[in-house]
């Protein structure tokens, strides 16, 4: 197993009508002039331990026949019942001896004979040569299990290749069981390390008995098509799986957070941000619970969280993800990585140019709806900004992505600039982790309502807001179910007229603008907020 171990025990207690030294098992008799076994005699116990690894562990001496002098001897092991039906070579000699160290013989019993650690098997021993066998014995034998405190994964997909300093760190899941999750390419081959100092202990696959491992005569791991894998590594038994990991095509959130509770039908779908990577806004109240399913469908392939390795994601054993305070979330799950994580949205901040680039006299801006956030500012030229979800530092700060425009990043992220000056609502909506410059008029004096309800009669008769605040005008209309409608600052005039964001719900906007509508029939609260460029309609 070329490992390095710790401790050594070594009990040989020998069985016997007189009594005799404890070290006796270890001395060379005087010969006698049958071919014989002398030392260990049958029925004695070998318990080893992980102390002293180069102690001696096994002692076999046997009488020389006459005549003999310079033959080999084979010594031979098989377990007890089997009359070595399918002996293992043990190793040979010139002499009338032969010695195994405890590392030697615990390697050879897990290894070469797969017996189990830490339990009592009983095994026949002989030595022959070219014309003779000696009697057999038996000797009862307890290895002990090697215990590996890490391992890496090094191979063609490492950089520089095959390097062990370079070897990917696995995760330990248990007692000598690893994991690592990672990206293969077509042709792509690897084995195993027990230290990334070298290339002692390396461990690779037996080429004559697929899934389990060796250390002698092994091969690569290989012939695994492109993909993500997830490779578990069990050095109790010498074996591995290798599992590809399809991230699903969809994904949505189910727990007690839906309505009804943990009902599939009714879990919140994810937005695909990325490949692989899905991300959806949540309001968490305490006591909220959750996973993830790749359908609405059923319970079928959901996803929770590793116990042992909290952030990641598992399919089986896997835990509700809980424990979070109260809050709005945006939950992210990458499948890239079998992680997930909440970043806290209560609040967002528009720090910049504007500001002095100081987190504590950034601009709040105004919550339009779950997940949406938006403010109306004047930028001057050659303004540049970004948004923080605290006024008190720069940690989770998001940007635009300098690759995909319109979308916003927290890693490698841009400011955001080249605007013309002028007046613009500025919307960051994290259900699908974009963003929104529009530029508008300036912010009217009065404000009218005109739409289904009047059968979109644009004259002086129209409903006017009531300014209940500088730049928050507000009016209560009863509507019908399907009215849609919008703002002018004229009545009569159609000119400046403002509605709502096609991709932001709850902002204003004046130029792509959508008409805004109710379900049911009702009187609703009309709120327009032009300090925060939102609108809302509440019942």
Do not use: H
Not at 36 to 60: E, Y
Not at 395 to 416: F, K, P, S, T
Not at 459 to 476: H, K, L, M, Y
């Amino acid at each position: 197993m070329k490992n390095i171990y710790k401790i050594f025990v070594l009990f040989i207690i020998t069985m016997g009508l007189t009594s005799c030294d404890p070290n006796e098992n270890f001395e060379i008799l005087p010969a006698v002039e049958s071919f014989q076994i002398i030392t260990p005699t049958s029925g004695s116990v070998v318990v080893l331990d992980d102390t002293n690894l180069t102690n001696t562990a096994l002692f076999i001496s046997w009488s020389v026949l006459e005549g003999s002098v310079g033959s080999t001897y084979n010594v031979e092991i098989a377990e007890t019942g089997t009359d070595f039906a399918n002996p293992t070579l043990m190793g040979t000699s010139d002499g009338a001896n032969f010695s195994m160290t405890v590392e030697e013989l615990n390697t050879f019993f897990l290894d070469s004979m797969g017996i189990n650690p830490d339990e009592a098997t009983s095994m026949d021993i002989r030595v022959l040569n070219s014309t003779e066998t000696t009697q057999t014995i038996a000797v009862v034998f307890t290895p002990y299990t090697v215990e590996y405190t890490e391992l890496f994964l090094v191979g063609s997909i490492t950089d520089p290749q095959w390097s062990p300093e370079d070897a990917l760190p696995m995760t330990k899941l248990d007692f000598n069981k690893f994991e690592i999750t990672l990206d293969l390419v077509d042709d792509d081959e690897f084995k195993f390390l027990p230290t990334n100092t070298g290339w002692e202990g390396d461990i690779g696959e037996d080429p004559d008995n697929p899934g389990f491992l060796i250390d002698e005569g092994e091969a690569n791991l290989s012939g695994y098509s492109a993909g993500k894998y997830t490779i578990t590594v069990d050095l109790n038994t010498f074996t591995f799986e290798i599992e590809e990991l399809l991230a699903p095509e969809e994904l949505y959130l189910v727990g007690n957070i839906t309505d009804p509770q943990w009902t599939p039908e009714a879990a919140l779908p994810f937005f695909k941000s990325a490949e692989n990577v899905f991300t959806v806004v949540a309001d968490l109240q305490d006591g909220a619970e959750f996973k993830f399913l790749p359908t609405n469908t059923g319970w079928d392939g959901d996803w929770g969280e590793d116990p042992d390795n909290l952030g990641s994601i598992i399919q089986d054993g896997e835990q509700n993800i809980s424990g979070n305070p109260a809050g709005k979330y945006l939950i992210t799950v990458d499948y890239n990585t079998l992680t997930y994580k909440l970043a806290a949205i209560d609040n967002l901040f528009m720090v910049g140019s504007l500001t002095g680039w100081d987190p504590g006299t950034s601009f709040p801006m105004g919550e339009a709806s779950l997940g949406v956030y938006s403010i109306l500012v004047d930028l001057p030229d050659g303004a540049e900004f970004k948004f923080l979800p605290t006024n008190t530092g720069w940690d989770g700060d998001w940007g635009a992505d300098a690759d995909d425009l319109g979308r916003i990043i927290q890693e490698g992220e841009v400011n955001l600039s080249g605007y013309a000056a002028g007046k613009y609502v500025v919307a960051v909506n994290f259900n699908t982790l974009s963003f929104t410059v529009s530029s508008v008029s300036d912010v009217p004096a009065s404000l009218y309502l005109v739409g289904g309800f009047n059968g979109w009669s644009n004259d002086a008769g129209n409903p006017q807001f009531t300014e209940t605040s500088t730049g928050v005008f507000e009016i209560d209309q009863a509507l019908s179910a399907g009215d849609e409608f919008k703002f002018v600052p004229v009545a009569g005039d159609w000119g400046n007229d403002w509605g709502e964001s096609k991709v932001a719900s709850g902002v204003l906007e004046q130029n792509e603008e959508q008409n805004l509508n109710v379900a049911e029939a009702d009187t609703y609260t009309i709120t327009v907020d032009f300090n925060k460029g939102t609108v809302s309609v509440v019942r």
